[in-house]
């Protein structure tokens, strides 16, 4: 059954009132064609709950827009949804990728995330070229996808997801080849998106992979008193720390935009709950009348044991992000050093999973924060001292054989 507009319905229900589905849910691919956005296509869904969002087929099959109900929750940058074929990867010396950085979602990899960083690609047996300068946030986030299918599936407990499948790769003649398979589903009359990623090496040659995905919200969901609940141990590390009270803006609760704001970075001493998940929220009590309005994402420890909060609450471009990844914040010279590089052999792959939720109701917010807090309380000071306790991450890169499922 499918619960819809307060009440449960069953397809025979749905079918009986409506010509098609899409007349409340479903999917439709577009190509925006005005501007810098001109020639990207676009999954537009509609859970049939209020949420909707769109996947970016041509930037990383990545999340774009995502709203409920009237309330905008993803960010979108001055950029906009930039066509891919105008970016420049290696632009400014690494720092291009700005230029095209805006949406929900922001992919980092797939060899490659953090600041950039210089390479020893020997391995590759290209003898002209012995070295390769990485990007920001590497290359995969402004790549095109194959779109694989999308469409609705009736499940055998009657009710309906909603789905797309893409292929991204990232591949160069003497380097690497990685491909990212990406699903993304939603059940109609629910507000929970799933993401599943499963990133392989299928060239001959081993190859260097890092992830992490850049979670970016926006106004309304964030304005000044917005809450960042998270089982938080200790603050690792802070960009800011030489000035960590200066801007007046602490980790836990944000503020209103700011003039000259310099974006703030953190990473966290992240606890999982007995599932091995790690939740974390973005409460605006604000919102939504009495109820508020609260974006939960949850990820798994084994696969991100790493994660970030960045905030960008500067006039203009007042985004806070939440950044799960593979590695230290520090990036790839960093895990070099530590000798916690990963490395991919032919068809060996990782996969990662994500959930996003939107939470319209009170009660169902203070649960859902209530469950955050058992796991460990978070600091309760605006400005906990960064420990700089960097943890091994050695146990968590053990690759899988390539699936083949998809």
Same mark, same amino acid.
């Given at each position: 059954?499918?619960?819809?507009?307060? #009440? $449960?319905?069953?397809?025979?229900?749905?079918?009986?009132?409506?010509?098609?589905?899409?007349?409340?849910?479903?999917?439709?691919?577009?190509?925006? %064609?005005?501007?810098?956005?001109?020639?990207?296509?676009?999954?537009?869904?509609?859970?049939?709950?209020?949420?909707?969002?769109?996947?970016?087929?041509?930037?990383?099959?990545?999340?774009?827009?995502?709203?409920?109900?009237?309330?905008?929750?993803?960010?979108?940058?001055?950029?906009?949804?930039?066509?891919?074929?105008?970016?420049?990867?290696?632009? =400014?010396?690494?720092?291009?990728? $700005?230029?095209?950085?805006?949406?929900?979602?922001?992919?980092?990899?797939?060899?490659?995330?953090?600041?950039?960083?210089?390479?020893?690609?020997?391995?590759? @047996?290209?003898?002209?070229?012995?070295?390769?300068?990485?990007? &920001?946030?590497?290359?995969?986030?402004?790549?095109?996808?194959?779109?694989?299918?999308?469409?609705?599936?009736?499940?055998?407990?009657?009710?309906?997801?909603?789905?797309?499948?893409?292929?991204?790769?990232?591949?160069?003649?003497?380097?690497? @080849?990685?491909?990212?398979?990406?699903?993304? =589903?939603?059940?109609?009359?629910?507000?929970?998106?799933? /993401?599943?990623?499963?990133?392989?090496?299928?060239?001959?040659? #081993?190859?260097?992979?890092?992830?992490?995905?850049? $979670?970016?919200?926006?106004?309304?969901?964030?304005?000044?008193?917005?809450?960042?609940?998270?089982?938080?141990?200790?603050?690792?590390?802070?960009?800011?720390?030489?000035?960590?009270?200066?801007?007046?803006?602490?980790?836990?609760?944000?503020?209103?935009?700011?003039? @000259?704001?310099?974006?703030?970075?953190?990473?966290?001493?992240?606890?999982?709950?007995?599932?091995?998940?790690?939740?974390?929220?973005?409460?605006?009590?604000?919102?939504?009348?009495?109820?508020?309005?609260?974006?939960?994402?949850?990820?798994? #420890?084994?696969?991100?044991?790493? %994660?970030? =909060?960045?905030?960008?609450?500067?006039?203009?471009?007042?985004?806070?992000?939440?950044?799960?990844?593979?590695?230290?914040?520090?990036?790839?010279?960093?895990?070099?050093?530590?000798?916690?590089?990963?490395? /991919?052999?032919?068809? =060996?792959?990782?996969?990662?999973?994500?959930?996003?939720?939107?939470?319209?109701?009170?009660?169902?917010?203070?649960?859902?924060?209530? &469950?955050?807090?058992?796991?460990?309380?978070?600091?309760?000071?605006?400005?906990?001292?960064?420990?700089?306790?960097?943890?091994?991450?050695?146990?968590?890169?053990?690759?899988?054989?390539?699936?083949?499922?998809?």
């Amino acid at each position: 059954m499918i619960e819809l507009y307060g #009440k $449960l319905w069953s397809r025979e229900d749905l079918e009986k009132r409506t010509g098609q589905l899409a007349q409340i849910a479903g999917i439709r691919e577009v190509t925006l %064609q005005n501007g810098p956005e001109q020639g990207v296509r676009v999954l537009e869904f509609r859970s049939g709950s209020g949420l909707s969002f769109t996947i970016n087929i041509d930037r990383g099959f990545d999340l774009g827009e995502c709203s409920w109900g009237s309330y905008n929750l993803g960010w979108v940058s001055a950029t906009g949804t930039r066509n891919p074929a105008l970016h420049e990867h290696d632009g =400014e010396g690494g720092f291009g990728w $700005l230029r095209s950085f805006s949406g929900m979602n922001a992919t980092c990899g797939l060899d490659q995330n953090l600041f950039p960083a210089t390479d020893d690609v020997s391995h590759y @047996n290209y003898p002209p070229r012995k070295e390769m300068t990485q990007p &920001l946030h590497g290359r995969i986030a402004n790549s095109p996808a194959r779109l694989l299918g999308y469409g609705e599936r009736w499940n055998e407990d009657g009710s309906c997801t909603l789905w797309a499948r893409g292929l991204v790769k990232q591949v160069s003649v003497f380097a690497e @080849n990685l491909w990212l398979y990406r699903s993304v =589903e939603v059940d109609m009359g629910t507000d929970r998106i799933r /993401l599943h990623d499963e990133v392989v090496n299928m060239g001959f040659s #081993k190859t260097t992979h890092m992830f992490l995905y850049h $979670l970016n919200f926006g106004f309304p969901l964030l304005d000044a008193e917005t809450e960042y609940v998270a089982p938080v141990a200790d603050i690792i590390w802070a960009s800011h720390s030489e000035q960590y009270e200066n801007q007046g803006v602490g980790y836990r609760v944000q503020s209103g935009p700011l003039k @000259n704001f310099s974006e703030q970075v953190y990473e966290h001493d992240m606890r999982a709950n007995a599932e091995g998940k790690v939740p974390v929220m973005l409460i605006n009590r604000g919102l939504n009348g009495d109820n508020g309005l609260a974006v939960k994402i949850t990820t798994h #420890k084994s696969q991100f044991p790493c %994660q970030f =909060e960045w905030q960008a609450l500067s006039e203009g471009c007042y985004a806070i992000g939440i950044e799960p990844s593979t590695h230290h914040v520090l990036g790839k010279n960093f895990a070099r050093q530590r000798d916690e590089i990963r490395w /991919l052999e032919y068809r =060996e792959s990782f996969s990662y999973d994500l959930e996003i939720e939107v939470i319209h109701r009170a009660s169902a917010i203070q649960t859902e924060a209530e &469950l955050i807090k058992a796991i460990i309380p978070q600091p309760e000071v605006r400005f906990p001292a960064p420990k700089e306790n960097w943890f091994s991450i050695k146990d968590y890169c053990k690759p899988a054989i390539f699936s083949d499922k998809w």
